[in-house]
Nanobody, 122 residues
Framework: QVQLVESGGGLVQPGGSLRLSCGAS????????MGWFRQAPGKEREFVIAISRSGISITYADSVKGRFTISRNNAKNSVYLQMNSLKPEDTAVYYC???????????????WGQGTQVTVSS
């Protein structure tokens, strides 16, 4: 049984930072590209950032370039999302997901976590 479990969400002030973690089990982690998506209230789920199986390639949404970064540790079956210079518009539920291909399209991701809430507010 494949499980992705996110952690690290919370409330942060504008301009602050958060680091999300996602741990995987039941899957050969190094065979999957990993992505982060987010969904704000009343909006569709949107792509944030993804990292290739090896960690060499990363692709970003324009809205987070220069502020967010992603990394992975295949030995620990984990992927991380470092979020800096957070803005109120970054408020959303953040999901990690695993895909057989390195893409930014949600429909091509095979497995999803349950999500973790990030709220950016003063």
């Amino acid at each position: 049984q494949v499980q992705l479990v996110e952690s690290g969400g919370g409330l942060v002030q504008p301009g602050g930072s958060l680091r999300l973690s996602c741990g995987a089990s039941g899957v050969t982690f190094s065979r999957y590209a990993m992505g982060w998506f987010r969904q704000a209230p009343g909006k569709e789920r949107e792509f944030v950032i993804a990292i290739s199986r090896s960690g060499i390639s990363i692709t970003y949404a324009d809205s987070v370039k220069g502020r967010f970064t992603i990394s992975r540790n295949n030995a620990k079956n984990s992927v991380y999302l470092q979020m800096n210079s957070l803005k109120p518009e970054d408020t959303a539920v953040y999901y990690c997901a695993a895909s057989n291909v390195f893409v930014n399209k949600a429909q091509l991701y095979n497995y999803w976590g349950q999500g973790t809430q990030v709220t950016v507010s003063s």
